[in-house]
């Protein structure tokens, strides 16, 4: 054990050295990347997160290629249109069996300096709360066995939640804690383009805030919606102290809900997308004050999430109204600010590019850039927002505290 | 305060529907529901062809009325100039193609028109004209030359300068720009203006101000491919603007967002068109569409003292499936209404008289064979408004 501490913090030293100097970067030897995804098929997310590392992608405006090397992947399953055997092929690396065998090449020892987890897409179940059980966790914890087993640790990225299951997600910070390695994990959203480039005042008071999209339902919608609202919220004065309770509601009720409709006015002016007579004859609507949004929106759904300080802030679902994420709060002194998140389009999907590099800056410097609490906090969320099956839930478990990262982290360069 | 609109067809997602449609019906504007502080009181359309919806608005919005003539609608049906502004919104509709290719919109004579009922009421209103003034150049300098001489505000042009840019940046002001090049998407005589007003948003910022163009050579075809492997335009500054499109073809199947060879582009783009040309002060700058490659307008330049290149992407959230609504026409009308209100035009019409005139020598070098023309006649000088008037709030 004591020699395991001691490569560690020396791993963790030459990580921070090699970063601080760019210009010698390149003439490092290029980081080992492991990848273990659910699928690799065209636009999932192992395919367009994976491939960043193999073809680079664009950040700051040139083709940024880090100084890594994709050596093995893991995929879970191989359905049709299965691209890691020919990616393997051209990239000349393996696709190994197991996870072990891919976080040690084939070889008896760890062989990897990062581990990208990507589970999302693919076949799994769905439990009684419409959250699919992706093995984010135990996909994690083959990893943690390897890391233990082999005497060193090294930085992992978590693609979405950490799991559907908070107390999954709780261990797997945990452990990371425990062994000492960084981890990164969470949605694009928070890193994405901004529309306006709008950022929470440091420090902030935030009175409420609302975020507005196309989801509820669906944990894996919602869980990018939760995230993006979480990385704007835990900015506000006294930092990120967890959730009290949350609650969903569905149908009427979720119009008189005590959330303030000039927040959903000011996000609604942000969104690209309006539906209804906009389809139809291109017009812009003004969806509250014409009635459109309720007659658009018949199924809404809200999450009601009571901050432990105190702070109210609703995620509301208004599929059949519009397409895009869209967030307002009302912050003393500064009034109502709102901004898009800006979802670009696909096949590029560019703001996996922008969450890629922050991966990227983790795997080379061992620091992550923004903490994984927000991660766990916004599992925990997404969780208890589908087990509250219309009544409020106390959420003690979700006694999270973080500070946010000082600098802003969303792509803005 | 009281505006007239004159448009070649209301259709949907045609300029004027944009245009009108933001004016009648309000726009999300800086975080909440903007209703421009104006009436919009009449309506001048030239055509009506199948899916026009001018006698929907008129029918929602009593207040605004539909006439047969741009001097009834001018005058309300009297006989003195009645309205506080005007906005001429001739893109779209069905009108004859000149030899050389360009649509034959009416601007010149929805101009022409306007300006006889000012001379006849012996007042002058503030004009706002969507895109550029004319095909025709000497049209256009025309115009140009009846708002100075008559002094009345002139706005015009593309929604490019105005729009939102990923990021978040501006020109500094006085930057010794040395060459700048624009990857944008479309054809010519049309969407070739809007990269061309991308350009000049930026360049027009630099040290000392517009002197104008000396010269412009078209590329298209083996010439232009030839150009590209000779570097007529830098590579680097090429592939810094490609860096910040989020709508690259993916040039091999199964991957979704690589960087794409020569050749690769030469597979995607079948109609590659360059407007090379340089100011009057020495720096160069490039429009280049490669439909099939992009579909979004970046920009990219090098600075003197800075050794990355300036670049961003103009975003116009375009609802050909990636939105619904066209929301980059919400500032071009937010400026609009700010000349209305103030008499004052946010931004010199110079620019657009030189984008004009760009657009019309791109034309007639492709059409004479792709050879380089000398631009006397846009010698245009000019300088830039003080305060940035791109969408950042």
Not at chain 1, 25 to 47: D, M, N, V, W
Not at chain 1, 386 to 396: A, I, N, V, Y
Not at chain 2, 196 to 202: A, K, P, S
Not at chain 2, 247 to 263: H, K, Q, S, Y
Request: one cysteine or more; aromatic letters at 10%.
């Amino acid at each position: 054990m004591q020699n395991w501490n001691r490569d560690l913090s020396r791993r963790s030293f030459l990580g921070t050295a090699a970063i601080a100097s760019t210009l010698s970067a390149q003439t490092e030897r290029p980081k080992r990347i492991a990848i273990i995804t659910t699928i690799y098929r065209y636009l999932s997310h192992g395919q367009h997160m994976g491939d960043r590392f193999l073809v680079g992608y664009p950040h700051d405006g040139e083709w940024h290629k880090p100084n890594m090397q994709v050596v093995s992947l893991y995929v879970d399953q191989k359905p049709e249109g299965d691209l890691s055997a020919q990616r393997a092929q051209q990239f000349g690396f393996r696709v190994y069996p197991t996870i072990a065998e891919t976080l040690r090449c084939g070889t008896d020892k760890l062989a990897v300096d990062a581990v990208l987890i990507v589970a999302e897409h693919g076949e799994y179940p769905t439990n009684s709360f419409g959250q699919k059980l992706y093995p984010r966790f135990e996909f994690f914890t083959e990893c943690v066995k390897v890391f233990e087993r082999d005497g060193r640790a090294v930085p992992v990225y978590n693609d979405k939640h950490l799991s559907y299951s908070f107390d999954k997600a709780q261990r797997m910070v945990k452990e990371s804690k425990r062994l000492g390695f960084p981890i990164l994990g969470g949605s694009s959203l928070p890193v994405t383009w901004r529309l306006p480039d709008v950022e929470m005042p440091m420090g902030c008071q935030i009175e409420e805030a609302l975020m507005v999209g196309e989801n509820g339902g669906d944990d894996a919608m919602d869980f990018h919606a939760l995230e993006g609202m979480q990385c704007m919220v835990e900015r506000r004065r006294g930092g990120e102290t967890g959730v009290r309770s949350v609650q969903t509601i569905q149908g009427d009720v979720v119009w008189n809900a005590g959330w303030s409709i000039d927040l959903l006015s000011a996000a609604l002016s942000r969104s690209d997308t309006p539906l209804g007579m906009t389809v139809k004859d291109g017009r812009t609507q003004d969806l509250i004050a014409t009635g459109e949004l309720r007659r658009l929106v018949t199924q809404p759904v809200a999450y009601l999430v009571e901050y432990r300080d105190g702070l109210r802030a609703t995620m509301l679902n208004l599929r059949g109204a519009l397409r895009d994420f869209n967030f307002a709060a009302r912050v003393t002194g500064h009034g109502v600010m709102s901004t898009q998140f800006l979802l670009t389009p696909e096949p590029n999907v560019t703001y996996s590019a922008c969450l890629m590099n922050k991966v990227a800056e983790m795997f080379a410097t061992r620091r992550a850039p923004y903490p994984i609490e927000r991660t766990l906090l916004t599992s925990g969320i997404t969780e208890a927002c589908h087990r509250s099956q219309g009544k409020r839930l106390d959420t003690p478990q979700l006694a999270v505290t973080y500070a946010a990262p000082k600098e802003s982290q969303y792509c803005r360069s | 305060m009281k505006l007239a609109a004159i448009v070649t067809v209301y259709r949907k997602y045609s300029h004027a529907q944009h245009i009108v449609d933001r004016l009648l019906e309000g726009y999300g504007w800086n975080g909440s529901y903007h209703h421009p502080p104006m009436e919009l009181v009449s309506l001048y359309v030239d055509q009506t062809p199948e899916g026009d919806l001018s006698r929907d608005r008129a029918a929602r919005f009593p207040g605004m009325k539909i006439y047969p003539s741009i001097a009834e609608a001018l005058t309300l049906g009297g006989n003195k100039l009645a309205v506080d502004g005007v906005v001429i919104v001739g893109e779209h509709g069905s009108y004859p193609k000149t030899p050389k290719g360009q649509v034959q919109y009416p601007r010149y004579r929805f101009f022409q028109e306007t300006v006889q009922v000012f001379k006849a009421s012996g007042r002058s209103v503030p004009i706002f004209n969507d895109k550029h003034l004319s095909w025709n150049w000497e049209w256009a300098k025309q115009m140009y030359d009846t708002s100075r001489s008559m002094g009345f505000p002139f706005l015009a042009g593309s929604s490019l300068p105005v729009t939102w840019r990923i990021p978040s940046l501006e020109m500094p002001r006085n930057a010794r720009v040395k060459e700048a090049v624009t990857v944008c998407y479309g054809g010519v005589d049309s969407y070739d203006f809007h990269g061309l007003e991308t350009l000049q948003c930026m360049l027009e910022r630099r040290a000392g101000g517009e002197t104008g163009v000396a010269w412009l050579q078209a590329y298209r075809g083996d010439k232009f491919w030839d150009a590209m492997r000779r570097n007529v335009w830098s590579k680097r500054l090429f592939d810094a603007a490609l860096c910040r499109s989020h709508t690259l073809t993916p040039a091999r199947a199964g991957f979704n967002d690589v960087f794409p060879t020569i050749e690769d582009m030469q597979r995607l783009v079948k109609n590659p068109v360059a407007y090379q040309y340089q100011h009057v002060d020495g720096p160069v700058a490039t429009m280049i569409l490669m439909s099939g490659l992009v579909r979004d307008f970046n920009f990219a330049a090098t600075l003197e003292g800075r050794s990355a290149p300036l670049s961003t992407q103009m975003y116009l959230p375009m609802p050909d499936g990636r939105t619904t609504l066209a929301n980059f026409f919400s500032p071009l009308v937010h400026n609009a209404e700010q000349m209305f209100l103030t008499g004052k035009a946010p931004y010199p019409i110079e620019r657009t008289l030189l984008t004009t005139g760009l657009t019309a020598a791109g034309v007639d070098s492709l059409y004479a064979g792709q050879s380089k023309l000398n631009t006397p006649h846009l010698s245009i000088r000019y300088q830039p408004s003080d305060e940035s008037t791109f969408w950042r709030s």
